[in-house]
């Protein structure tokens, strides 16, 4: 059995993988939490803590359930220098992962890759056990050399890659936007060949259609945001979201973050016109009754509570709200005869986004040769409708170049959480072969 550990500044993840079985036996996360962030000021300290802590833990519960002994642990996280997650490769002190790992009865072997190694190890074990169709949803074009041997699960077809060199990309969007392009059958040193670039570090200029927003100057508002991977951050999603506020003069939101963005986004779906009295002074359980009634489960309308208080709190001089009104309610989901004002903010901000990722991938397939399928793991994109990212990626994706060979290609967004894991587990797997 191996253990997969997988680390962002939020969280880190655990899991022993059973990779015969495609199965993770025991799982687990250590989350950061506000005490903590109060008391380290630096966030790599924190992440350190959070994965020492959690190991520990983690092999403790994981001794109770007389689970095999695990014979190889990964590491996976960023590596870069400007990184979002505040963690480098060369923080993480391997023999103190291997001294836990040994004083628990396990082996001390331990290997660290980078995040973006582990979604490509990943795209290609899933090529050679099948990908779980419920796990992957079709942006743009279709299963190309994918066939369904039983049901549930898509593998490639005996004939792929023996007539021209195939070749796929992966995109981290919580990677700091860094790329892999993986040409089936390379292989290098004993591994299979995987073509990485970093990201995180304004390597790529956007080149984008802005069509409507070029006349409201929206490149001047934010014009720090030079490069990819500062647009389709959580930071770049808040400042676009923050434009589109300015645009209607209200007071920027900073507490809204890319989720909540989201969430509040996806509800507008999910809900229809409601009968009220605008006036009407409104608790958390007149939300709740509200929108159960539209048959939106109880995670939901904890999101949309967190969310709207977020949305309606003041960030100028003018008092903090205390109570929301049924109308509060309609204009914060855009909801009724005119659309809400954060509502239209976040329309504008998600379509921008979408038609940006969309840009990314066309300019990125035709710079690395992709003739394959392009593969997004994002957890933030996975929460938006199928339908703001099929629609945004015909006018960014298609919109030029040569269209021949952009057709031949599809974009799959990965749905599976715990990816990176299973993409840890089988770099092990392959080390251990190679020995």
Known sequence: MYLA??????VVKFGVI?????????????????????KYQFQEKLALINLIRGLEKFLDHYETKEHPKIKHTIIAIGTTINSYRGLKLEDIKQEKVSE???KKGHDSHVSLISDIESLAYGILYFHKKGFLKSDLNLIVGDYPDFIEPKKGYLTRSPDFGKTELKKSLVIGLNTELKIAGIPHGVRWNGFPYIQMSEGGNHTFSPEIELGKYEQINLVKYIQ??????????????????????????????FNLSEQDILSSLKLRTETDQFDYDESKQMSDKDIE???KTKGIGEKRIQEILKAMTKSLESTDSREIMTFITYKDVRDFLGIGKKMGTSHYAMVNTISLVCKILGSFCRNMAQYLNCNDVIFIWSQTLKELELSWLSDAFKNGFLVKGNKQNLNQISVLLINDEHFPLYGCAYYAELYNQKD
């Open 5 to 10: 550990i997988y680390i962002t500044v939020d």
């Open 18 to 38: 059973d990779l015969e079985n495609r199965s993770i036996i025991h799982k687990a996360e250590s989350k950061r939490n506000d005490e903590q962030q109060e």
């Open 100 to 102: 836990i790992m040994q």
């Open 224 to 253: 720090k945001l030079q490069s990819y991977e500062d647009l389709l951050s959580p930071r770049g999603m808040q400042t676009i979201y923050n434009y589109f506020l300015y645009q209607q003069k209200i007071a920027p939101n």
């Open 289 to 291: 009754n509200i929108l």
